[in-house]
């Protein structure tokens, strides 16, 4: 294990992700595309597997042995994630689609009730897509005003400028946690206390966060966050929009039907309790059954063991990719950032650079990343992007090293 942090016994862990075991274009795999979408650990798997062939069933009203089988495993899965985040209240955890699901409901339901012509809506320029179109789509709605947190030089928010742009006329402060370009991870807890001495609310994209953060809600007093089960070993399709109470209580559903309601009559109809209220349809229930087990899998490993481990090859990364001529990184220091290092190589296109990759075997992301604005702030059209996880070696990163420099030397670069 090139003497990688020995917490996590990387081999061992390797060994539960069966398809890590082959070979790409007559090459290991060496999967650096964890940010986009993270592998999925058999023990994942075994559980869907076996709700499909023992129990598969609708949930909440069936009386039958499958339908009470299937809603304890949905809310047993519900109550996994509260524990996870420490939310306080069982109801605070709402299943969606993933974390674009969340915030488009968070802007739906909670910003159109509260947002007022001449409101301000604030965010940063280092945002995913997802958390930036839900709110200029609610600015216009509202006729509110967009304002952006300036970046520093190296890609990160300073405290002095997050006070200097959030006022008493802010409602909605809505920022990632960790940027899914830069690697940037944000205060947080800080901004939630500045947001909230101005009287609005705060709108967290989690999807990075997650993944490789100890979360506590009742620490960081947020007043939503967002997250996503495929960023963090489980399956597609699902994700928690965690809300306070007070709020969701407050809020109106977004879509309509199925278990969600209350009593219908024929001209009116009425909201079951939380969570249930937004949770129209049938329910993702072998996905929130995966998602739980995803979750277990990564407590039984650790945060402390997940985040030296990720530190430790970020790093690594970080200074043999600096050592090739013509690498540009962006965003801050190593000793700064989560697993995510975004680059590009001069004169290369990025797609270009992720296709040579790939013939070596390594799986790297190109593009804009859902971050345009972000590209802008760069001066990039697009960019590569290796990120690292609990399942990455030192040996993905020579072998990521190893296929640059050979792109390099395909493009007629010298060394």
Known sequence: MNNLTES???????KDFPILNQEVNNNRLAYLDTTATSQTPIQVIDVIDDYYKRYNSNVHRGVHTLGSLATDGYENARETVRRF??????????????????????????????????????VTEMEHHANIVPWQQLAKRKQASLKFIPLTEDGELAIEDVKATINDNTKIVAITHVSNVLGTINDIKAIAEIAHEHGAIISVDGAQGAPHIDLDMQSLDVDFYSFSGHKMLGPTGI???????????????VEFGGDMIDFVEKYDASWADLPTKFEAGTPLIAQAIGLAEAIRYIQNLGFDAIQAHEHELTAYAYDKMSEIEGVEIYGPPKDRRAGVITFNMTDVHAHDVATAVDTEGVAVRAGHHCAQPLMRWLNQSSTARASFYIYNTKEDIDQLVESLKQTKEFFSYEF
């Open 85 to 122: 985040i420490n939310a306080k209240y069982f109801e605070e955890i709402i299943f969606t689609r993933g974390t674009t699901a969340s915030i488009n409901m968070i802007a739906r339901s909670y910003g159109d009730a509260n947002i007022n012509e001449g409101d301000e809506i604030v």
């Open 239 to 253: 994700g928690v929009l965690y809300g306070k109470r007070a709020l969701l209580n407050e809020m109106e559903p």
């Open 8 to 14: 996590l016994n990387v081999n061992e862990i390797i």
